[in-house]
């Protein structure tokens, strides 16, 4: 029989919070032992499905002809909009424009019309091939620029931001610049694609397990689809191969067809995509056309700010209301602006509908922000990181944001002081400038470059009533425990710091703490694992499940043992009662035997925030977390190819739960941020067709791509928030700091115009991009040179 053991140190718990434990399921990736749905034991008759995905952008559908698909071998099952018994809508808003099955008409190229269920995956998939499909084409609008000539559809309502008199500010501010950039999108790239399993019950019931960051999402949106109740639908998922918000919505189709499946034939239903189909038929982080002009002095100083931030959303809302809002809750950055107006513009295309992002549209508002230092900086001959310095908040009188929401503890100017000097920026800075212009006289290929940029990002969900969460502790006679709770584990070690918070809570150790899978007939109405809120929600949900029991342990040992409360101690691995001490496991069954209850469900909800989205005004983040990083990077300028050779990286997590984990985060947070705005691009064709959709076309960052100097460092400054044990979020603030790479890149183009002339990189910076950068400013030094050089 399995014994508790207790740490070696009498005084400690092994496992418990601020120490590098081990993701709890690392050695099981390492082994192959950790189960995701596809190794799970296939329950007997399981069939398969298939998405039939439409060949046409924008167009009425005049004809379906599946009789071929039907009679294919292994067929049982097709299905349309026909046959479904609810509502044919699966969004996650509230303007129900996102269909599980095209009836009609069809909005984007590799939208589904149907879905084959067959005995087997591949008999499925050649099934659907064999439909025969007419359109009648209508005109597709495919990008940000054709949806703004056409100017007509918005896919939801946009938000605007302003303080101060913008006008006035900006006509009298002694210069003035507008410009616009570009920024691409980005395919999330989870490891394991989605996938649905749906297992038939009594009375209609249905089981899903279901690779999805919003288990709760999935029960109601398939519990519309079938039109039952949402306790027919049950959700579980113990972890998945990555998410980063890919999963947040887009979950909702696979498991409603593999439901609605399920339910028709009475057997259990897969639905498992190609990485192909995954990447066609599923949203992606939206790209943006950033148009912006900005007022400043002399100095450099900020005085007026006007940003309109295009999106290209897709064929429905899906999320891209919140995420342009988020875009403009994130456009001051770090940075103050007396006069500011922020727009946003979600355009409707007939592509695929783009979603949640890593980010959720704060990493696009941070460009934006850094953009206009960059223009400040070269316009007055300064240093950007001068320029950055110069326009941090301050105290009072500088301190509200363009939502109104005054800045308390910035730790900006803290961190970048810190990070400037154990990068050596300065020195780094003068010697690269040093070389580069040497470079520049004798003609040279490579040219290096170095850019130290800031974060500040609002951590909690924008839409208030989402920060909320629930979890159910249980604590059994031989002091084991389990907990269980709303968010998701993907991989980013939420299990594993709630596990911690929980040993933490009885003075146990991590072994005694099973965290089970999350399911939606334990914990009801949860929060999606979002907003980088995983372990502030489900932390302290969970915290407060243990604190019920231990006030219950409280009391009963001060009535039965007749001491006073403050005499009742929670010791690692016992419990002392007046001038006893109890080993935990002795204590939970004595408690146990006097019938008192050892278990108890826990809730949270986020205080003292609030948002009035129509005012564009509200406290609409529980606090900030804050980071920098310093880049450095070399470019051959035949060829536009590039490495990044250094990084340093000082990020605010507040008092880490487990360092080891967050440092990881940050890590994947980077080269992930990297790579969308290096190596990753999505391109369409004049057909609607992506054809960047699969790694043989589509490159995020290799091994190779890695810095090849990376160092990271956690500031350890405690929360001046009371969140779980002052930690702070890390999942997503991270991933803006890679912004310091695609400037350390301008910084090395613009060496060729002897850092004169602004060099109007735009992202992603690929090496094709990098080049034509480097020959339009060598364009505009024969320009200005009068044709010579």
Same mark, same amino acid.
Not at 349 to 372: C, D, Y
């Given at each position: 029989?399995?014994?508790?053991?207790?740490?070696?140190?009498?005084?400690?718990?092994?496992?418990?919070?601020?120490?590098?434990?081990?993701?709890?399921?690392?050695?099981?990736?390492?082994?192959?032992?950790?189960?995701?749905?596809?190794?799970?034991?296939?329950?007997?008759?399981?069939?398969?499905?298939?998405?039939?995905?439409?060949?046409?952008?924008?167009?009425?559908?005049?004809?379906?002809?599946?009789?071929?698909?039907?009679?294919?071998?292994?067929?049982?099952?097709?299905?349309?909009?026909?046959? *479904?018994?609810?509502?044919?809508? *699966?969004? %996650?808003?509230?303007?129900?424009?996102?269909?599980?099955?095209?009836?009609?008409?069809?909005?984007?190229?590799?939208?589904?019309?149907?879905?084959?269920?067959?005995?087997?995956?591949?008999?499925?998939?050649?099934? $659907?091939?064999?439909?025969?499909?007419?359109?009648?084409?209508?005109?597709?609008?495919?990008?940000?620029?054709?949806?703004?000539?056409?100017?007509?559809?918005?896919?939801?309502?946009?938000?605007?931001?302003?303080?101060?008199?913008?006008?006035?500010?900006?006509?009298? /501010?002694?210069?003035?610049?507008?410009?616009?950039?570009?920024?691409?999108?980005?395919?999330?790239?989870?490891?394991?694609?989605?996938?649905?399993?749906?297992?038939?019950?009594?009375?209609?019931?249905?089981?899903?397990?279901?690779?999805?960051?919003? @288990?709760?999402?999935?029960?109601?949106?398939?519990?519309?689809?079938?039109?039952?109740?949402?306790?027919?639908?049950?959700?579980?998922?113990?972890?998945?191969?990555?998410?980063?918000?890919?999963?947040?919505?887009?979950?909702?189709?696979? /498991?409603?067809?593999?439901?609605?499946? $399920?339910?028709?034939?009475?057997?259990?239903?897969?639905?498992?995509?190609?990485?192909?189909?995954?990447?066609?038929?599923?949203?992606?982080?939206?790209?943006?056309?950033?148009?912006?002009?900005?007022?400043?002095?002399?100095?450099?100083?900020?005085?007026?700010?006007?940003?309109?931030?295009?999106?290209?959303?897709?064929?429905?809302? +899906?999320?891209?209301?919140?995420?342009?809002?988020?875009?403009?809750?994130?456009?001051?950055?770090?940075?103050?602006?007396?006069?500011?107006?922020?727009?946003?513009?979600?355009?409707?295309?007939?592509?695929?509908?783009?979603?949640?992002?890593?980010?959720?549209?704060? @990493?696009?508002?941070?460009?934006?922000?850094?953009?206009?230092?960059?223009?400040?900086?070269? =316009?007055?001959? #300064?240093?950007?990181?001068?320029?950055?310095?110069?326009?941090?908040?301050?105290?009072?009188?500088?301190?509200?944001?363009?939502?109104?929401?005054?800045?308390?503890?910035?730790?900006?100017?803290?961190?970048? =002081?810190?990070?400037?000097?154990?990068?050596?920026?300065?020195?780094?800075? $003068?010697?690269?400038?040093?070389?580069?212009?040497?470079?520049?006289?004798?003609?040279?290929?490579?040219?290096?470059?170095?850019?130290?940029?800031?974060?500040?990002?609002?951590?909690?969900?924008?839409?208030?009533?989402?920060?909320?969460?629930?979890?159910?502790?249980?604590?059994?006679?031989?002091?084991?425990?389990?907990?269980?709770?709303?968010?998701?584990?993907?991989?980013?070690?939420?299990?594993?710091?709630?596990?911690?918070?929980?040993?933490?809570?009885?003075?146990?150790?991590?072994?005694?703490?099973?965290?089970?899978?999350?399911?939606?007939?334990?914990?009801?109405?949860?929060?999606?694992?979002?907003?980088?809120?995983?372990?502030?929600?489900?932390?302290? $949900?969970?915290?407060?499940?243990?604190?019920?029991?231990?006030?219950?342990?409280?009391?009963?040992?001060?009535?039965?043992?007749?001491?006073? /409360?403050?005499?009742?101690?929670?010791? %690692?691995?016992?419990?002392?009662?007046?001038?006893?001490?109890?080993?935990?496991?002795?204590?939970?069954?004595?408690?146990?035997?006097?019938?008192?209850?050892?278990?108890?469900?826990?809730?949270?909800?986020?205080?003292?925030?609030?948002?009035?989205?129509?005012?564009?005004?509200?406290? /609409?983040?529980?606090?900030?977390?804050?980071?920098?990083?310093?880049?450095?990077?070399?470019?051959?300028?035949?060829?536009?190819?590039?490495?990044?050779?250094?990084?340093?990286? &000082?990020? +605010?997590?507040?008092?880490?739960?487990?360092?080891?984990?967050?440092?990881?985060?940050?890590?994947?947070?980077?080269?992930?941020?990297?790579?969308?705005?290096?190596?990753?691009?999505?391109?369409?064709?004049?057909?609607?067709?992506?054809?960047?959709?699969?790694?043989?076309?589509?490159?995020?960052?290799?091994?190779?791509?890695?810095?090849?100097?990376?160092?990271?460092?956690?500031?350890?400054?405690?929360?001046?928030?009371?969140?779980?044990?002052?930690?702070?979020?890390?999942?997503?603030?991270?991933?803006?700091?890679? *912004?310091?790479?695609?400037?350390?890149?301008?910084?090395?183009?613009?060496?060729?115009?002897?850092?004169?002339?602004?060099?109007? &990189?735009?992202?992603?910076?690929?090496?094709?991009?990098?080049?034509?950068?480097?020959?339009?400013?060598?364009? #505009?030094?024969?320009?200005?040179?009068?044709?010579?050089?």
């Amino acid at each position: 029989m399995h014994k508790p053991v207790f740490a070696a140190n009498r005084d400690q718990v092994s496992g418990g919070v601020y120490q590098s434990t081990r993701h709890d399921s690392g050695h099981k990736h390492v082994a192959g032992e950790a189960l995701y749905i596809d190794d799970m034991p296939e329950p007997a008759g399981l069939l398969h499905a298939a998405l039939g995905l439409s060949h046409c952008a924008h167009g009425l559908i005049k004809e379906i002809d599946l009789s071929a698909v039907k009679d294919s071998p292994g067929v049982e099952l097709v299905l349309t909009a026909a046959d *479904i018994p609810g509502v044919n809508d *699966i969004s %996650p808003s509230n303007h129900h424009d996102d269909p599980v099955f095209a009836e009609g008409k069809v909005m984007f190229y590799g939208q589904p019309i149907f879905a084959v269920i067959a005995r087997t995956r591949n008999e499925a998939r050649l099934a $659907a091939a064999k439909a025969k499909i007419t359109y009648e084409e209508l005109p597709a609008i495919l990008d940000i620029a054709a949806a703004r000539k056409d100017g007509k559809d918005l896919v939801a309502e946009p938000m605007s931001l302003n303080r101060g008199d913008l006008d006035a500010a900006m006509t009298a /501010a002694p210069r003035r610049i507008k410009g616009s950039m570009s920024l691409g999108g980005q395919e999330h790239f989870y490891l394991e694609s989605h996938i649905a399993l749906a297992v038939p019950g009594e009375d209609g019931d249905v089981t899903l397990y279901s690779s999805t960051q919003h @288990p709760s999402e999935i029960q109601h949106a398939v519990a519309h689809v079938l039109d039952v109740p949402s306790n027919a639908i049950t959700c579980e998922i113990r972890r998945m191969g990555g998410g980063f918000g890919g999963k947040e919505t887009q979950g909702n189709i696979f /498991a409603a067809i593999a439901a609605l499946a $399920a339910r028709r034939t009475g057997q259990a239903v897969k639905l498992r995509p190609d990485r192909d189909d995954d990447m066609v038929a599923t949203g992606k982080r939206h790209d943006f056309v950033i148009d912006y002009e900005v007022g400043f002095d002399d100095e450099g100083h900020i005085l007026a700010v006007d940003i309109l931030f295009a999106a290209r959303c897709g064929f429905s809302a +899906d999320l891209s209301g919140p995420v342009t809002d988020r875009a403009l809750f994130h456009a001051d950055n770090a940075y103050f602006y007396p006069a500011v107006r922020l727009n946003a513009q979600p355009w409707r295309t007939h592509t695929v509908s783009n979603t949640a992002f890593r980010g959720f549209g704060g @990493p696009q508002g941070v460009i934006g922000a850094e953009r206009l230092i960059e223009e400040v900086a070269y =316009a007055t001959g #300064k240093d950007p990181l001068d320029i950055r310095k110069l326009n941090f908040y301050g105290g009072p009188g500088r301190d509200l944001t363009p939502y109104h929401q005054t800045v308390e503890a910035d730790l900006s100017a803290e961190i970048i =002081a810190k990070l400037e000097e154990s990068s050596d920026y300065q020195a780094r800075r $003068a010697e690269i400038r040093a070389e580069n212009i040497r470079e520049n006289a004798r003609g040279g290929t490579f040219r290096r470059g170095i850019a130290l940029t800031p974060v500040k990002f609002g951590i909690s969900f924008t839409n208030s009533w989402q920060n909320q969460a629930g979890a159910l502790v249980n604590v059994y006679t031989d002091g084991s425990v389990s907990v269980n709770h709303g968010g998701t584990e993907m991989g980013q070690g939420l299990y594993i710091k709630v596990a911690q918070v929980v040993a933490q809570a009885f003075q146990i150790d991590l072994d005694m703490v099973k965290i089970t899978p999350t399911t939606t007939a334990k914990v009801p109405n949860t929060s999606p694992t979002a907003a980088s809120s995983g372990t502030d929600l489900n932390g302290m $949900a969970a915290l407060n499940a243990c604190n019920n029991i231990k006030e219950r342990m409280v009391a009963y040992a001060v009535e039965k043992h007749g001491v006073p /409360a403050d005499q009742v101690e929670f010791l %690692p691995g016992r419990v002392r009662v007046g001038n006893r001490e109890i080993e935990w496991a002795d204590f939970v069954k004595e408690v146990y035997s006097n019938r008192i209850q050892l278990s108890s469900s826990g809730f949270y909800r986020t205080p003292d925030i609030y948002w009035d989205r129509k005012a564009g005004r509200g406290r /609409a983040f529980y606090y900030y977390s804050y980071g920098a990083a310093a880049s450095e990077v070399t470019i051959d300028t035949l060829t536009g190819e590039y490495r990044v050779e250094r990084v340093d990286i &000082l990020h +605010d997590v507040g008092s880490s739960l487990n360092p080891a984990i967050d440092i990881g985060q940050i890590e994947g947070g980077f080269v992930q941020g990297m790579g969308w705005l290096t190596t990753e691009e999505l391109w369409w064709d004049n057909k609607g067709r992506l054809r960047t959709h699969a790694p043989s076309t589509y490159k995020i960052p290799v091994a190779s791509d890695r810095p090849r100097v990376f160092n990271i460092n956690l500031l350890n400054k405690p929360n001046h928030m009371p969140s779980i044990h002052r930690s702070k979020a890390v999942g997503e603030p991270p991933l803006v700091l890679p *912004i310091s790479v695609l400037h350390a890149l301008s910084d090395a183009v613009a060496s060729i115009g002897d850092y004169k002339i602004f060099p109007d &990189l735009d992202a992603p910076a690929t090496p094709e991009r990098v080049l034509f950068a480097v020959e339009a400013m060598r364009a #505009k030094v024969r320009e200005r040179s009068g044709g010579h050089g």
